[in-house]
């Protein structure tokens, strides 16, 4: 790990860290694009946002948290427009 950065290149997944160690972000790449599950914490470990990408676009549910990990919004995206 550099910078708090992580990179597993056989599974294309990413990771990035605050600087207390716990998880900032965890996502895949696919081709050079954001592609799978996404999952966004703030700093103290609860989940900030999760949702999908596909070729490089929000796409599917997505779920927004305030920092106590209480679900505050929920989008549906299709190609990375939000449908609901």
């Known amino acids: 790990m550099q910078n708090g950065l992580?990179?597993?290149c056989y599974r294309e997944r990413?990771?990035?860290f605050h600087a207390n160690g716990?998880?900032?972000l965890i996502g895949a790449y696919r081709d050079e694009k954001e592609a799978g599950g996404y999952t966004a914490h703030y700093?103290?470990?609860r989940k900030m946002e999760q949702g999908s990408y596909r070729d490089g676009a929000r796409h599917g549910p997505w779920v927004y948290f305030d920092n106590q990990g209480n679900?505050?919004?929920r989008d549906l995206w299709r190609d990375?427009?939000?449908i609901e």
Do not use: H, L, M, Q
């Open 6 to 8: 992580r990179i597993d």
């Open 14 to 16: 990413v990771s990035y």
């Open 22 to 24: 716990r998880a900032r």
């Open 43 to 45: 700093e103290n470990g």
């Open 71 to 73: 679900a505050t919004r």
């Open 80 to 82: 990375g427009k939000v």
